[in-house]
Structure formats: C-alpha cells, structure tokens
C-alpha cells in the first residue's frame, strides 16, 4: 500500500532533550516536506526535499534540522526541543515537486515539557 | 508575504445542505491552487487548480478558480456526514521556491 509513514505517532518529552521524528514513503517521490500545525496558524512548512541530498528552508525552519540521504527517507531533527515546538507534524511527498499532489503521513503529535 | 485566507473559518449544516467555502489569496507570481481535506488525521488531496473558470469535479465536491479577483471556491452538494472535516486551501507561487502557503482552513460540520 502506497504510504508515508511517520514515527512516532504521539511524544511527550522535555525541553533540550534532542528528538528525531521518523519519515518514510515507499512510493519513490522525489520530493519530501514537513509541516507544523498550530491552531489558528493552519499548516507552516519547516523544511522540503526536492531529492537526495537537496533540502531547503520553509517559512518556519529555525529549531529544525532535516536529512535526505536516502530517496525514501527524511527525518525532522529538534536538537533542543523547545515548548514552542510542540505542535502537530505532518510529513509528505509527492513524485516531483508541487505539480503533484502531496500524501501526508498521519502525523506525530509532540508536546515539549 | 504571501496570504491564503480562508472563510467561513466554520460552517455547521445539515445533511443534503450546499456548502461553499472560500479561499481568497495574495501571491506574487501565482501557480497553483489545492484543496484538501482533513478528517482526523492526514490531510488528503481534493483538487489542484491552475487556470481560471475550469471547473474541477469529483462526485458532490467541485472547484473553480479566479486568478483576476484571486479567489477559489469549494461546493460540496447533498452534504453528508461523512463530509465534516477541515477544507485546507494552499498556492503556490513561482517566487516561493517550491513551498505551498496554506490558510487557517475552513471546519465544517454536517449534522445528520
């Protein structure tokens, strides 16, 4: 079944403690993003993949650091979770850039203490 | 700054109603326009519009575009339960590399 699955679903964990959220498509897309949900704010992109080894900066990176080694896979690094942080994360890809429509993972909710 | 504003921010209506939902927005250099819809969790694709006045249709739910007043709408007939959820709308614009902008999102409600 053509997924993207993200990891984990729900954390709970405290302020400095380095985290890293998990994404993985098995649809060979080219291009991967994350978001953050916020009420009120609707969804903000962090960072996107236009493929191996290409990320670039969304309209809310700063706290975020990702990784695109590999076609299938690219994690969201907090290296010092912070409480503004917490928030609803969302994964997607699609097969080449925005002129295909994204599939979004299920989503990691993450509360920063 | 590019601004995707979506209205009503939420709608209660009972089943068979015909909704509407607006998204208007400001881009600089605009490509396209999406809806999705977002139940409980993922948000899933509905319609990705880039030319004005082509209505898109997918059973009850279509969708058109107006690039000169620079809004889309979302008509959904014949409402169902199964249609409550969040309506997100997002564009993307040439400029912004190949980011989406995405509104506050619309939550609709059909009551049985």
């Known amino acids: 079944e053509a997924q993207v699955t993200q990891n984990p679903r729900y954390l709970i964990t405290v302020t400095g403690k380095k985290l890293t959220v998990t994404c993985s498509q098995n649809?060979?897309?080219?291009?991967m993003s994350w978001y953050r949900q916020d009420p009120g704010l609707g969804l903000r992109q962090i960072y996107y993949s236009m493929n191996v080894e290409v990320t670039d900066k969304g309209d809310v990176p700063e706290g975020y650091k990702v990784s695109r080694k590999e076609k299938r896979n690219f994690p969201l690094i907090l290296e010092s979770p912070s409480p503004n942080q917490t928030s609803l994360y969302f994964c997607?890809?699609?097969?080449?850039?925005?002129?295909?429509?994204?599939?979004f993972g299920d989503g990691t909710r993450l509360s920063i203490l | 700054e590019d601004k995707v504003v979506q209205s009503p921010l939420s709608l209660v209506v009972h089943e068979g109603d015909t909704v509407t939902l607006n998204c208007s927005y400001e881009?600089?250099?605009?490509?396209?326009l999406l809806w999705y819809k977002q139940e409980k969790k993922a948000p899933t694709f509905l319609f990705m519009l880039t030319s004005s006045g082509i209505e898109k249709k997918s059973g009850r739910l279509s969708s058109i575009l107006d690039k000169k007043e620079l809004f889309s709408i979302l008509n959904i007939t014949a409402t169902q339960t199964g249609d409550s959820a969040v309506y997100l709308c997002?564009?993307?614009?040439?400029?912004?590399?190949?980011?989406?902008?995405f509104g506050g999102g619309t939550r609709l409600m059909v009551k049985p």
């Open positions: 649809m060979n897309h080219e291009y």
């Open positions: 881009v600089t250099n605009f490509r396209s």
């Open positions: 997002a564009v993307e614009a040439r400029d912004a590399g190949n980011m989406l902008t």
């Open positions: 997607a890809s699609s097969y080449r850039g925005l002129n295909y429509p994204q599939h």
